[in-house]
């Protein structure tokens, strides 16, 4: 079964940019769609955008159109997000989850901090 | 996009007693293929959400069968049989239909 694990926690500043990642093992990381997902504090969920390595296909909500780059690294079994021109409100716990119409595996979480 | 809205934001129960969860989308999330693409996940405070329940009613590998799914078109539920310690948590309905996936506010349970 795959396991996804996160990088770590991150502070930046507002208009900066973060690159997390997301390591995929025990399974085959062509097979699978990868999805980020984040949650503000206090707050629910919001579904960011996600790569398909089989289809060197990405989509992207549009709030985060334009701001936001998701990358499969097909050698190293390593999904990326990045995001750009950090507000504070960028402030939340950004988890990848595999899968296509759905999340069916989670990694831990990575907490990102933006503030001056 | 599609709004999901769940019902209501917050629960408490007895252990040993029932709960209900409502959740409704705005549009069908019925495919022309018959599948259903309507999902429950629980999160646990500090951690990450986990799969429950996926197309309506299908329990996810482990999951207890204190957890039922039901529901069509735009009205679902989640029923847990009989509530205990460990179902403590915030429960999110989300629709894998169309993107972007979207998520109810979530049902917080809580234990009497």
């Known amino acids: 079964q795959v396991q996804l694990v996160q990088s770590g926690a991150e502070v930046k500043k507002p208009g900066s940019s973060v690159k997390l990642s997301c390591k995929v093992s025990?399974?085959?990381?062509?097979?699978?769609?990868f999805n980020w997902v984040r949650q503000a504090p206090g707050q629910g969920l919001e579904w960011m955008g996600r790569?398909?390595?089989?289809?060197?296909?990405?989509d992207y909500a549009q709030n985060f159109q334009g701001r936001v780059t998701i990358i499969a690294d097909k050698s190293t079994g390593i999904v990326y997000l990045e995001v750009g021109s950090l507000r504070s409100d960028d402030t939340a716990v950004y988890f990848c989850?595999?899968?296509?119409?759905?999340?069916?595996?989670w990694g831990q979480g990575t907490l990102v901090t933006v503030s001056s | 996009e599609i709004v999901m809205t769940q019902s209501p934001l917050s629960l408490s129960v007895t252990p040993g007693q029932p709960a209900s969860l409502s959740c409704k989308s705005s549009q069908t999330l019925l495919h022309t293929n018959g599948k259903t693409s309507l999902y429950w996940y629980l999160q646990k405070a500090g951690q990450s959400p986990h799969l429950l329940i996926y197309e309506v009613s299908t329990r996810f590998s482990g999951v207890s069968d204190r957890f039922n799914g039901s529901g069509s078109g735009t009205d679902f539920t989640l029923k847990i049989s009989r509530v205990a310690a460990e179902d403590v948590g915030v429960y999110y309905c989300m629709q894998g239909y169309q993107l972007p996936w979207t998520f109810g506010q979530g049902t917080k349970v809580e234990i009497k």
């Open positions: 989850a595999s899968g296509y119409d759905y999340g069916v595996t």
């Open positions: 790569v398909i390595p089989t289809l060197d296909m990405t």
């Open positions: 025990g399974g085959r990381f062509r097979s699978y769609g």
